[in-house]
T-cell receptor, first 114, second 114 residues
């Protein structure tokens, strides 16, 4: 099973709302990632968790707050977003850090900020 | 810093024919990994093929093969016997040996026509 599950598939929120994106994997992977992808553009790395600790933050604005409650679950908490934050948010996981470890992606959450 | 360039924004191919997607990269590292990911309209990024830079032999996966030219820093993807299900955005990506940041190219939209 190489499945990374993301919920919800679609999310519409206002600029004053608070919402969360969820990502789950049951492959025993110890590294998990959040990416942001605009239409017809490549994914941009936002955060990396390794062994449930935040190891990379690509200077992401504080209105995005990641959380890794356990090794299977990764959340992205959203607050006071801007319309330009509308995008596809992809989660990925890999067995551990290092390029030998292939990243497996979820199908993403399509976020619209009104 | 590493960069990845895909010079073909869009390509089309007839079903059952062969198509080659181009990718060049720039790095001063001697060992690294190169990837081709596919993103169909369903949005999920799927690994197509992976190449380790220290391996001379070109990677192959069924109908997919690469032409890896390390000196030229070129990593093209050949798709043989193209199928309608191959229609997708294809991203070339680079990762350092002990890193887990994927550097993506801009992508190539491939359309397979019947």
């Amino acid at each position: 099973d190489t499945e990374v599950t993301q919920t919800p598939k679609h999310l519409v929120m206002g600029m004053t709302n608070k919402k969360s994106l969820k990502c789950e994997q049951h492959m025993g992977h110890r590294a998990m990632y959040w990416y942001k992808q605009k239409a017809k553009k490549p994914p941009e790395l936002m955060f990396v968790y390794s062994y449930e600790k935040l190891s990379i933050n690509e200077s992401v604005p504080s209105r995005f707050s990641p959380e890794c409650p356990n090794s299977s679950l990764l959340n992205l908490h959203l607050h006071a977003l801007q319309p330009e934050d509308s995008a596809l948010y992809l989660c990925a996981s890999s067995p551990s850090r290092g390029a030998k470890n292939i990243q497996y992606f979820g199908a993403g959450t399509r976020l619209s900020v009104l | 810093a590493q960069t990845v360039t895909q010079s073909q924004p869009e390509m089309s191919v007839q079903e059952a024919e062969t198509v080659t997607l181009s990718c060049t990269y720039d790095t001063s590292e001697s060992n690294y990994y190169l990837f081709w990911y596919k993103q169909p309209p369903s949005r999920q990024m799927i690994l197509v093929i992976r190449q380790e830079a220290y391996k001379q032999q070109n990677a192959t996966e069924n109908r997919f093969s690469v032409n890896f030219q390390k000196a030229a820093k070129s990593f093209s993807l050949k798709i043989s016997d193209s199928q309608l299900g191959d229609t997708a955005m294809y991203f070339c990506a680079f990762s350092m040996e002990y890193g887990n940041k994927l550097v993506f190219g801009a992508g190539t939209i491939l359309r397979v026509k019947s």
